[in-house]
């Protein structure tokens, strides 16, 4: 009761003392203070630096046309020339023009409350004064849902124009048995121009170097290092193994090959995409070993013949990054 | 003169008491309420060096055989984008000066855009009645991430081709649909067809500057009509505007702002080396580099696909969810999710729905600091992860160990930003001390005791006259 009591007291206290702060301040809005500190020396201060920002700019023009046009140069003349405009427009903002202080009344968007609320109420009246003497509203509201809908889906259906049926394009790749290996210059991959530990970007012969599914790492280790799972085992004649180029998470190209100079001390060979650092164990048949891909780097079984490198059958997986739909563990 | 000139146009469009109050119109001094402006002044230079840009590029993936004056690329089969951005660079007077304060522009405009948000944030200014035009600054941040990605994909060098890689392997990466999304805007598979480079020239050059400029006049105008906010200081209410009039001094200044910007542009440009593509080479999708980065405002996306471990939501034999959407398009989600719901959440953490036009300094609202430095803390390290690659590189720091130590930091850093910030407003706002600040707002202590410990932490304690008598906290 008596705590109650107090606490009322101290509100009221509070409450006084904010109605006496606020009745202090009535009417002592801060005046608009105006000074005029233009001087002969600030002028003439800012007016040097507009003729510099001007002579500056000619300079410009000149080294455009005379000066074959210096990168350098022509960078350090605009910067000098808005650089002292900066300067002269700041200089005279502070100390040439009149300098005051004004303050304004803001809009009010909440108060007055009770304003405020009765134009709220006035619109939202308004609004629904429109549909007054409608019986069916639910049901109107339902066949204009029904033709936002399919106008929706008309307006919609032409972006589908923009691309071509995904279908089975995502997986689609030049790789069949026999399709010969080529490197950049489209000339034959020959078996023995590849050393252990040599690694070379190939294609398949006759396709599109840009299609995704083209391009390949070939690399040689030695055969006894190899442990490829059983079905695989026929996959890389003499230690030389065949892998799609682009990386299963973000299809960078691969382009580090990991090659151990000092096998007992160091990890095995791998393929690392440059871009996340995904990791794929060549011995193995392309797992990942490291980083964030999942799927492991499709393989393609190799075959010589004639001494020329050979697919012997089609990759091993899907090419490129994975995508919704796409089949784990290919 | 003058006189005549306001009288011809008062006359014709009635215009002369909007304009009499234009040039009375009241702008709130502050140092901190200039990093809007910049974004503004660096995008007028973007559009500006923009256009002269489109006079000389050639968006086309037609392959050509180079025979221009960049001799170690001679003779090498590249695409007519990436030639004419070379010529542009080495033979049009002035053209790689224009291109490079370009792009200069576009990393100061994203880093603007960010600085300016953390302004907003740790000022409270999201507040009622701006939480609306917050919100189109966000939709304006993450248009301009997209413009800025969109504009150096453009050039078809080694480098951009790469991001776009990365990029398509994301949209393929969206649950059920991204096979179909991704083949649908590049045409086919990846790297697509000619009709993806013309997309994304028309993306870069109307479609998403246009967006980002229409934007940019709604949220000026909304900055406008309740006027800019303030902080607490003499004079000062939620009622009023103290400041300076647009016309001369404020006029002048901000004036003299867009030069200056302008001029570290400039200077940039014509001094500081960026993106020298002809170093690059063209792409082709069989070649790499190690240690590529993009421009810096990708960088935090590029770190959380690092750091992500490689898990795909699999059912059946059938991928559902790639791994490349978890850092690619969730954590960007939940960072954007985060910030635009950040406003309801503080109101109905606070129960605070009152309009507030004077802004709270970091202290005065411990929790929301806090949380807020807890959230860029968080981003900020998952983007510094993004350079692993670079560490490695360049200074042989193990890749691995790194890795691990930024997850590490990805969960503890923002933890402990958290209890520090916390911590520091809290002692700041107990001492009153001002560091670093020369006018100290006037403080008004009713003698009563306060009741500091039942107080909501996110309300205000240092209540002036005003403010109390408008508030509505319990």
Redesign the interface.
């Known amino acids: 009761m008596i705590g109650r009591l107090i606490r009322l007291c101290r509100w009221l206290w509070r409450i006084t003392i904010a109605g006496v702060l606020l009745w202090l301040r009535r009417g002592k809005e801060p005046l608009p203070e105006r000074e005029l500190p233009a001087s002969p020396r600030a002028e003439k201060g800012v007016a040097a630096l507009l003729v510099g920002a001007g002579i500056a700019g000619a300079a410009f023009a000149l080294l455009y046309a005379f000066d074959e046009a210096n990168t350098q140069l022509l960078g350090v003349a605009a910067a000098v020339s808005l650089g002292l405009l900066a300067a002269a427009l700041i200089v005279a903002s502070h100390a040439i023009v009149p300098q005051e202080t004004l303050s304004e009344e803001r809009p009010r968007f909440a108060d007055p409350a009770a304003e405020r609320e009765a134009k709220v109420e006035d619109v939202a009246l308004r609004a629904r004064e429109g549909v007054d003497g409608i019986t069916r509203r639910r049901l109107l509201g339902a066949a204009g849902g029904a033709a936002a809908l399919g106008l929706g889906a008309a307006a919609a259906a032409p972006l589908a124009s923009l691309g071509p049926r995904v279908g089975e394009r995502l997986r689609e790749s030049p790789w069949r048995d026999g399709r010969p290996v080529v490197d950049e210059n489209s000339r034959p991959v020959l078996a023995d121009d590849l050393t252990v530990g040599a690694f070379l970007t190939a294609f398949a012969e006759g396709s599109d170097k840009r299609d995704l599914a083209s391009s390949l790492v070939v690399v040689r280790v030695r055969p006894e290092e190899l442990e490829l799972p059983p079905e695989r085992a026929d996959w890389a004649p003499q230690g030389l193994l065949a892998f799609s180029k682009i990386c299963t998470h973000a299809q960078c190209a691969i382009s580090l090959f990991r090659y151990p100079l000092f096998a007992e001390r160091s990890p095995g060979p791998a393929l690392v995409c440059p871009c996340h650092y995904s990791t794929f164990d060549v011995l193995k048949g392309g797992v990942r070993i490291f980083g964030p891909a999942v799927r492991p780097l499709p393989q393609l079984p190799l075959k010589i013949e004639a001494g020329r490198l050979l697919a012997a059958g089609p990759l091993s997986g899907a090419v490129g990054a994975s995508w919704g739909g796409v089949e784990e563990g290919s | 003169m003058i006189r005549r000139a306001v009288r011809a146009l008062d006359q014709r469009t009635g215009a002369g008491s909007i304009l009499g109050k234009a040039l009375?119109?009241?702008f709130p001094d502050h140092w901190t309420f200039l990093f809007g402006e910049i974004a503004l002044y660096s995008f007028v230079i973007l559009v500006g060096t923009g256009i002269y840009l489109t006079l000389f590029f050639e968006p086309s993936t037609s392959q050509v055989v180079y025979h221009g004056s960049y001799a170690p690329l001679r003779g090498q089969e590249i695409s007519k984008a990436y030639e004419s951005a070379l010529d542009l660079s080495f033979n049009v007077?002035?053209g790689?000066?224009i291109r490079?304060?370009h792009h200069w522009a576009a990393l100061t405009f994203v880093a603007a855009i960010v600085v300016h948000l953390m302004r907003i944030f740790f000022t409270g200014a999201f507040r009622?009645?701006r939480d609306l035009n917050y919100y189109i600054g966000l939709t304006m941040l993450m248009l301009a991430v997209l413009e800025g990605y969109a504009g150096y994909s453009l050039l078809d060098d080694l480098l951009s081709g790469?991001g776009l890689?990365?990029g398509?392997?994301?949209a393929?990466?969206?649950?059920?649909?991204?096979?179909?999304l991704?083949?649908?805007?590049?045409?086919?598979?990846?790297?697509g067809t000619e009709?993806f480079m013309s997309?994304l020239f028309i993306a870069h050059v109307l479609l998403l500057p246009v967006a980002i400029g229409g934007l940019m006049a709604v949220h000026l105008a909304m900055v406008a009509?309740?006027?800019h906010t303030q902080f607490r200081g003499?004079?000062r209410k939620?009622?009023?505007?103290?400041?300076?009039?647009l016309w001369?001094?404020?006029?002048?200044?901000s004036?003299?702002?867009?030069?200056?910007v302008?001029?570290?542009l400039?200077?940039?440009?014509?001094?500081v080396q960026i993106n020298p593509i002809w170093q690059w080479g063209p792409y082709?999708?069989?070649?790499?580099?190690?240690?590529?980065q993009p421009d810096w405002y990708l960088g935090w996306l590029?770190g959380a696909?690092?750091l992500?471990?490689?898990?795909?939501i699999?059912v059946g034999?059938?991928?559902?969810?790639?791994?490349?959407f978890w850092?690619g398009v969730l954590f960007p989600l939940v960072v954007f999710g985060f910030l635009f719901a950040w406003p309801s959440i503080e109101r109905r953490w606070s129960g605070d729905r009152?309009?507030h036009?004077l802004l709270d300094r970091p202290r005065d609202n411990p929790r929301r600091s806090a949380v807020g430095a807890a959230l860029f803390t968080w981003v900020a390290t998952i983007f510094f992860a993004g350079s692993a690659?670079r560490a490695f590189v360049q200074f042989g720091v193990p890749?691995?160990g790194q890795l691990w130590a930024y997850r590490a930091a990805s969960f503890l850093l923002p933890v402990l930003a958290y209890l520090l910030v916390k911590r520091m407003c809290e002692a700041l706002r107990r001492s009153e001390g001002h560091p670093g600040e020369g006018s100290a707002p006037v403080v008004?202590r009713?003698?009563?005791?306060q009741a500091a410990g039942r107080a909501s932490p996110l309300i205000d304690q240092r209540?002036t006259?005003?403010h109390?008598?408008?508030s509505p906290h319990k």
């Not at chain 2, 001369?248 to 200044?253: E, K, M």
């Not at chain 2, 009713?446 to 005791?449: D, E, Q, S």
């Open positions: 009375k119109y009241v007077r002035a790689l000066l490079q304060v009622k009645p790469m890689a990365i398509n392997a994301v393929l990466s969206i649950p059920f649909v991204g096979g179909q991704g083949t649908l805007i590049w045409g086919g598979r990846f790297p009709a997309r009509t309740p006027h003499r004079g939620e009622t009023n505007v103290v400041g300076t009039p001369p001094a404020y006029a002048l200044r004036l003299g702002l867009f030069a200056a302008a001029a570290v400039f200077a940039l440009g014509g001094l082709e999708p069989y070649l790499g580099t190690n240690g590529a590029i696909l690092r992500m471990p490689h898990f795909d699999v034999s059938y991928n559902v969810v790639p791994n490349p850092g009152a309009q036009n690659d890749y691995e008004v009713p003698a009563a005791p209540p006259a005003g109390q008598a408008r």
